[in-house]
């Protein structure tokens, strides 16, 4: 069950944080910094660079948090139903949990995908108006 109650905590630390970051995208109140955000080379290049990924990713994020909070219930359903024995231990419930984070693995993958691509695509036309 502790292995459950840290992946769970983990789980909601990070849908705390990611919605955190969807809601300050969204609303572009995340000024570039270069501590929180999504820091690639593209979304760095200028503010409206920054704001442009930031702005994109914002939806990305937000179905994140969904994904971490799904994952956390299901962990814990796991850890409710199916009781550790012996023979597996915390077996099952590792399985979910590795399950999880490696999807929200997939899914920063995709956010820096989104972000990077609109923070390029305002960097060209930056260029294009100067």
């Known amino acids: 069950m502790l292995t459950a109650v840290a992946g769970v905590a983990g789980l909601l630390i990070i849908a705390l944080v990611l919605?955190?970051?969807?809601?300050?995208?969204?609303?572009?109140?995340?000024?570039?910094?270069g501590t929180f955000g999504i820091?690639?080379?593209?979304?760095?290049?200028?503010?409206?660079?920054?704001?442009?990924?930031?702005?994109?990713?914002?939806?990305?994020?937000?179905?994140?948090v969904w994904i971490a909070l799904i994952c956390a219930a299901l962990v814990m359903t796991t850890a409710i139903l199916l009781p550790t024995t012996s023979e597996v231990g915390d077996l099952p419930v590792f399985v979910v949990l590795m399950v999880s984070y490696g999807l929200?693995?997939?899914?920063?993958?995709?956010?820096?995908?989104?972000?990077?691509?609109?923070?390029?695509?305002?960097?060209?036309?930056?260029?294009?108006?100067?």
């Not at 955190?20 to 995340?30: D, E, Q």
């Not at 820091?39 to 994140?64: I, Q």
């Not at 693995?105 to 305002?122: E, H, L, P, Q, S």
């Open 19 to 33: 919605g955190l970051l969807a809601g300050m995208s969204r609303h572009g109140t995340l000024p570039p910094n």
């Open 39 to 64: 820091r690639t080379r593209a979304t760095r290049a200028s503010e409206a660079a920054w704001r442009a990924g930031h702005r994109a990713a914002a939806r990305r994020m937000k179905l994140a």
């Open 104 to 130: 929200l693995i997939v899914c920063m993958i995709f956010i820096g995908r989104a972000a990077n691509k609109a923070a390029r695509r305002a960097q060209r036309e930056a260029l294009d108006t100067a």
